[in-house]
């Protein structure tokens, strides 16, 4: 079984403050997918990152996949309050057609 | 385009009956996944469906069962629910199912409480 685990699981922080989210496996994904949630609401695409050590930006939010494919980070600078969500990174092995998604890091921004 | 939708938003069940949950992929996407949604357990794979076949299959016990209808609209049905049945169950499509590239569209979600 392919385990993703998330750090930290929450959060609280003021807006302006800068955060990373680190998600590690044991296993190697051929491709990574981080999401964030919203309350009543499905997981909605935030990046997928294919290439080992590739970084990726997104305005103020920037993920990077790890050398081995291993593990990935997000980062997000200048926190805002619309930043509020859980955040889920999400792996896929091989051409296997499902996700294995991460434990989840629920973030708080706070003014 | 319209979204993935989900059909009912809520429902209440007692332990023992089965339930329905239907999902309405976004138009033109051939691939529908479902998941389950626990604060314990997380966002765990049930199972996909293309082309009105199963693909793919998660770690669920055979009470958990869908199918695929021909216009792409799948249905998940649980059977003799259990207390640990209580979730938020997602529905996501994509145009070919591959996860690799292929981006999923999550619906809403149904959020099932078994009492």
């Known amino acids: 079984t392919q385990l993703l685990e998330q750090s930290p699981q929450f959060l609280s922080i003021q807006e302006g403050e800068n955060l990373t989210v680190y998600c590690n496996s044991s296993?190697?994904?051929?491709?990574l997918q981080w999401y964030r949630q919203e309350p009543g609401e499905g997981p909605v695409l935030l990046v997928t990152v294919v290439t080992g050590g590739e970084v990726k930006k997104l305005k103020r939010l920037t993920f990077q996949f790890g050398d081995a494919r291993k593990d990935s980070s997000l980062h997000i600078t200048a926190a805002q309050t619309g930043d509020t969500g859980l955040y889920l990174c999400?792996?896929?092995?091989?051409?296997?057609?499902?996700?294995?998604f991460g434990t989840g890091t629920r973030l708080q921004v706070t003014l | 385009k319209a979204g993935v939708t989900q059909t009912p938003r809520y429902l209440i069940k007692t332990r023992g009956q089965q339930v329905t949950l239907s999902c309405s992929p976004i138009?033109?996407?051939?691939?529908v996944s479902w998941y389950q949604q626990t604060p314990g357990q997380g966002l765990q794979f049930l199972f996909e469906?293309?082309?009105?076949?199963?693909?793919n299959k998660g770690n669920f016990p055979g009470r958990f069962s869908g199918r695929q209808f021909s216009n792409s609209r799948s249905e998940m049905n649980v059977s003799t629910l259990e207390l640990g049945d209580s979730a938020l169950y997602l529905c996501?499509?994509?145009?070919?199912?591959?996860?690799?590239?292929?981006?999923?569209?999550f619906g809403p979600g149904t959020r099932l409480t078994v009492l």
């Open positions: 138009s033109g996407h051939r691939s």
């Open positions: 999400a792996g896929v092995a091989g051409t296997a057609s499902k996700l294995t």
């Open positions: 296993s190697v994904f051929s491709s």
């Open positions: 996501a499509s994509s145009l070919y199912g591959r996860a690799w590239g292929n981006e999923q569209f």
């Open positions: 469906y293309f082309s009105e076949t199963q693909r």
